[in-house]
């Protein structure tokens, strides 16, 4: 930028280049990348290294892993989910993610298979459908990094997220949490503003929920 500003010779080659460099640009050519890498992602989500066949071959219903708390962690959204699994148990087989020590029944009384995260991460490619169930709570800080290897369909029950970076970067489950979504999601703007007005008034104006919904392969 200083020897653009400064270096008339140089300042002229960039004019003088410019239209050949832009003519190598079009919607076209645009599109056609886009939709290359947008396959290429779709065929990683559906086909394991390892695997004999595509996941979407299988057989019956299709299997769904949902990834949330269910009672009796004390979490509107674990009641939520609690409500929604046999309905949904009509067109998918469903497993549940879940590390929680102890997990109820559905609210209807039945019981659906629950495993772990780790057993999830090993797992992952053998289910047609994944759900992560996210809210603004400490009961939702590990799907972050599960959803970048794993995409799924996100039901986001908060726009805002701050809360949970907040609590994540205060008790240090992960460093520099709030301030490094504050910058994927808001820029450098939103940390002057952390500066000067403090994590509270921070937590109330920036939602920090851009990488939630980028790596989501859909929201509801």
């Not at 949970?164 to 808001?186: C, D, F, I, P």
Request: hydrophobic residues 40%; neutral net charge.
């Amino acid at each position: 930028m200083i020897k653009a500003l400064t270096d008339e010779p140089f300042r002229q080659s960039l004019r003088q280049h410019a239209p050949v460099q832009a003519a190598e640009f079009s919607w076209d050519k645009t599109a056609q990348r886009a939709l290359r890498a947008i396959e290429e992602r779709v065929g990683q989500r559906h086909m394991h290294p390892t695997a004999k066949h595509y996941v979407g071959a299988a057989v019956g219903r299709p299997r769904l892993a949902m990834v949330s708390p269910l009672p009796p962690e004390r979490t509107g959204i674990a009641d939520y989910v609690s409500e929604l699994l046999p309905t949904l148990g009509e067109t998918y087989d469903i497993t549940v993610i879940s590390d929680q020590a102890e997990v109820w029944p559905a609210a209807t009384g039945e019981r659906f298979a629950v495993k772990s995260v780790e057993w999830f991460e090993a797992n992952a490619v053998s289910f047609e459908r994944i759900v992560y169930q996210v809210g603004n709570s400490p009961f939702h800080a590990h799907m972050l990094d599960l959803m970048r290897r794993h995409p799924g369909v996100i039901v986001l029950h908060d726009f805002f997220l701050s809360s949970m970076m907040l609590w994540m970067e205060q008790t240090g489950y992960r460093q520099n949490a709030m301030k490094r979504e504050l910058v994927r999601s808001h820029g450098y703007g939103a940390l002057e503003y952390l500066s000067r007005e403090g994590w509270l008034a921070t937590k109330f104006r920036w939602p920090c929920s851009y990488d939630v919904v980028s790596n989501a392969l859909g929201i509801i």
